[in-house]
């Protein structure tokens, strides 16, 4: 279990490496996570930053479910509030990012992507914010990002349904801005090479002013949605939900 990172010619490529859970993340990996982005952000030698999951099948299968099932409503809302830090963390690099996302890219995978700049799919890249099937909320920013980036009805269908969708759909929706069937790493590594090529003031000052692009405060819609998250898991649907996921069965939710 690790979060590998490389660095050559200006881009560091940040690799999410816990195969075993197709990279979910429990509260350690969060934890490494963080503490690479605030070492990025005080590279100045690094000029763009690539995201991507280890293995085929993977880029992020979500927050770790196992480790939330029995979680009070504090802890979930402290869960949460770590997630919060690490997908700021990355929205806030000063340094352009790119999510090479390389299979499933779900829960909190899927809002680590959105917290990137841009996104790059691979041919069996999968997107979804599955969490109203697990009892919860999206409780990692997917609230507000997803709907800034596909508009707010897609993003509501999408959060509703917990539905997955495939690269090219993706591609249609504005959720990746290419598809790479063959070389996303290659390619994601050729992208990053040619942003960081450009002026590292000029690109910092760009990212700034892009963040402002959208009105009103997100930092407000943020905390709602963190202390609905934290609400969550003082339901029995949180419980259920969770508890089916682990005991490999459907969940049958009461509403409670
Ligand atoms: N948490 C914990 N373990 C996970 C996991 C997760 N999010 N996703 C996968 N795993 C584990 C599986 O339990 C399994 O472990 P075991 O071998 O010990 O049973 C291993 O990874 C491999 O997974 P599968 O056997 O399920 O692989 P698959 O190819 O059949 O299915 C999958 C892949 C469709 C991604 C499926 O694993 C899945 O649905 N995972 C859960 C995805 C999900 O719901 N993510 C959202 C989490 S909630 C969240 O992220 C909240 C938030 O907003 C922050």
Redesign the pocket.
């Known amino acids: 279990m690790a979060v590998n990172i490389e660095r050559n010619e200006g881009v560091a490529t940040v690799t999410l490496n816990r195969p075993?859970?197709?990279n979910?993340?429990?509260v350690a990996q969060l934890e490494r996570l963080l503490a690479t982005l605030r070492e990025l952000r005080d590279d100045r030698a690094v000029r763009c930053v690539i995201v991507t999951g280890a293995g085929e099948?993977?880029f992020a299968?979500?927050?770790?479910?196992?480790?939330?099932a029995e979680l009070s409503p504090q802890a979930g809302l402290a869960?949460?509030r770590l997630?919060h830090a690490v997908a700021d963390a990355l929205e806030g690099l000063p340094q352009p990012t790119i999510a090479a996302v390389n299979g499933?890219a779900?829960?909190?995978?899927?809002?680590l992507a959105l917290a990137c700049d841009l996104r790059l799919a691979a041919a069996n890249a999968q997107f979804?914010?599955?969490?109203v099937?697990?009892g919860?909320?999206?409780?990692?920013g997917?609230t507000q990002r997803l709907p800034r980036l596909v508009g707010p009805g897609v993003a509501a269908e999408l959060i509703f349904t917990?539905r997955r969708v495939a690269a090219d759909e993706a591609l249609r929706l504005g959720l990746v801005n290419a598809i790479h069937p063959a070389r996303l790493l290659p390619e994601a590594t050729a992208l990053a090479r040619r942003i960081a090529a450009n002026s590292p003031t000029a690109l910092r000052a760009a990212k700034r002013a892009l963040s402002r692009a959208f009105a009103g405060d997100p930092a407000v819609g943020l905390a709602t949605e963190l202390a609905l998250?934290g609400q969550a898991f003082g339901t029995e649907d949180q419980r259920e939900g969770m508890r089916a996921?682990?005991e490999?069965r459907p969940a049958v939710f009461s509403g409670e």
């Open positions: 075993e859970a197709l979910a993340f429990d099948k993977a299968a979500g927050a770790d479910i196992k480790e939330m869960h949460g997630g499933y779900f829960g909190g995978g899927c809002e979804a914010q599955p969490e099937t697990l919860i909320p999206p409780g990692w997917a917990g998250f996921f682990i490999k």
